[in-house]
């Protein structure tokens, strides 16, 4: 890729710079979900700037973000129209409480919030990251649950699916079921109902998913028929299960456990964390198959991914069981400190405002095409097991043999070798586990997106190769 210096400092000093920052990075910072024995200073790629679909590091060379700077942004980085938004809300206030009062920009986004998510959902809850958006439901679902005006104590358990990953924080892991991240916290979690999930490529049932009939949905009636009276939420990441490694569900499924759902008096909550704000092709996932959840959580895209800010939303419903005198305490005591900050949400406003200006969501339909046909040549690849699409969320799950399916030992890091190795060609990129995520903001060009994906064969092709 082009290299060129954004600085009028001289090279040599611009390299001493970026080597002392390195040796500083590695002495004081903990990196998230790094294994910081393994982390050296060459691997620190220290990001100085952003522009369209680009990041820049502090020597000046250009990368492709293939993984929307982990799945966040949308229209890429230093959108004149967000840049905007945020700088003249800077210029108002910064921040000021949601707690007793408000702010412009908190309440036109929760309008614009209500206006675009499914029906029913017209209660908006802010917080800053999706783990918190996902507390918040949970929370909210249980307290319903005891307070409404014909209560049902004995709802206090969440249904929740194999692979999920709904955020960090305890009460999100407790409806985690990704072994590798949540295993060793089992302790210190609620105990609720782990269901297995549609993961296709390696069904638990070892059915074939051209005439399986979606059999493994049995699982979930069993388990719901039984457990109904003590199940307060199923919660569920819609269409895709993202940080599993971008496992799609067979369509229909997302209705059938809102069907289900519906029959046995159990709330769904839909995490759109990851697929909300275009990433499946349509603005949200549940509009593909017509879903109306009880709570929806968002974030990651909300602010085009420029700044931390989430949201949680109900229905009427579950709202109006939250209302009473003063002294019932049916009040919702929950709120984090920056909660509604105005800076996120005129962000916030400025994404949904270029989704309309731009026609992004007509223009992505094309390139969502060109993808699928680029990703068609990854098959020819002696260790692709499986390619997953839906929209612009895209796994490439390696193997070792895929006969058998056999996965690579863990300690071949396969899928950190891979984006090593695109990383040298100009493409960040960031894999889970063996999975190869392409994720790339909305607004990539047709070119970009034929970068993007040779880079990423190539890589495949020389790691696999060794
Ligand atoms: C990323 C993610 C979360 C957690 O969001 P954070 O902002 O990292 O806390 C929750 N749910 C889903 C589906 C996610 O992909």
């Not at 999100?172 to 105990?191: D, M, Q, R, W």
């Not at 759902?261 to 759109?272: M, P, R, S, V």
């Not at 009473?324 to 005129?346: I, Q, R, S």
């Amino acid at each position: 890729m082009e290299t060129k210096s954004f600085y009028k400092e001289p090279i040599t000093s611009l390299r001493n710079r970026h080597h002392q920052l390195a040796e500083t990075d590695k002495e004081f910072v903990w990196h998230p979900f790094t294994q910081m024995l393994d982390y050296t200073e060459q691997d620190s790629l220290i990001i100085v700037e952003g522009k369209g679909n680009h990041l820049i590091d502090i020597d000046g060379k250009r990368y492709l973000d293939g993984v929307s700077s982990l799945w966040v942004n949308v229209h890429g980085h230093q959108h004149p129209e967000i840049n905007k938004a945020i700088i003249s809300q800077v210029n108002k206030i910064s921040h000021s409480t949601m707690l007793g009062t408000t702010n412009v920009p908190a309440i036109e986004l929760a309008q614009r919030l209500v206006e675009i998510t499914p029906p029913g959902l017209n209660k908006v809850f802010y917080s800053e990251c999706g783990a918190t958006a996902v507390e918040i439901g949970l929370k909210i679902a249980f307290q319903y649950w005891q307070q409404r005006s014909n209560p049902k104590p004995k709802k206090t358990k969440f249904a929740c699916l194999q692979n999920a990953y709904h955020g960090d924080t305890l009460g999100a892991v407790s409806v985690g079921g990704i072994e590798l991240f949540h295993n060793l916290y089992k302790p210190l979690l609620t105990k609720n109902i782990c269901i297995p999930s549609a993961y296709c490529y390696r069904c638990f049932l070892s059915k074939d998913p051209e005439d399986c009939q979606m059999a493994c949905f049995e699982e979930i009636e069993r388990i719901l028929e039984k457990h109904h009276e003590e199940i307060a939420a199923f919660i569920m990441e819609p269409l895709v299960q993202g940080a599993a490694g971008m496992i799609v569900a067979p369509p229909g499924y997302l209705k059938k456990v809102s069907d289900i759902c519906k029959q046995y008096e159990i709330l769904l909550i839909a995490d759109e964390v990851a697929v909300g704000f275009g990433r499946t092709g349509r603005m949200f996932a549940c509009e593909h198959e017509n879903v109306s959840p009880d709570i929806m959580t968002m974030g990651k895209g909300i602010t085009g991914g420029y700044l931390p800010l989430a949201a949680t939303l109900a229905n009427d419903k579950i709202y109006e069981a939250f209302l009473g005198e003063h002294e019932e305490l049916k009040t919702f005591f929950h709120g984090h400190t920056y909660t509604g900050n105005p800076v996120t949400c005129a962000a916030a406003l400025a994404n949904l405002e270029i989704f309309e200006k731009e026609e992004t969501l007509a223009k992505l339909q094309g390139k969502i095409a060109l993808l699928t046909q680029h990703l068609k040549k990854f098959e020819a690849l002696k260790h692709v097991g499986e390619i997953r699409q839906k929209g612009f969320m895209v796994g490439i799950e390696l193997v070792s043999d895929t006969i058998t399916k056999e996965p690579y030992p863990i300690e071949d890091k396969i899928g950190i070798r891979v984006i090593m190795e695109a990383r040298k060609h100009g493409l960040v990129i960031r894999p889970l586990g063996d999975v190869i995520v392409l994720m790339p903001p909305l607004s990539i060009t047709e070119d970009e997106l034929t970068v993007l994906t040779d880079v990423t064969f190539d890589a495949i092709k020389k790691v696999t190769a060794g």
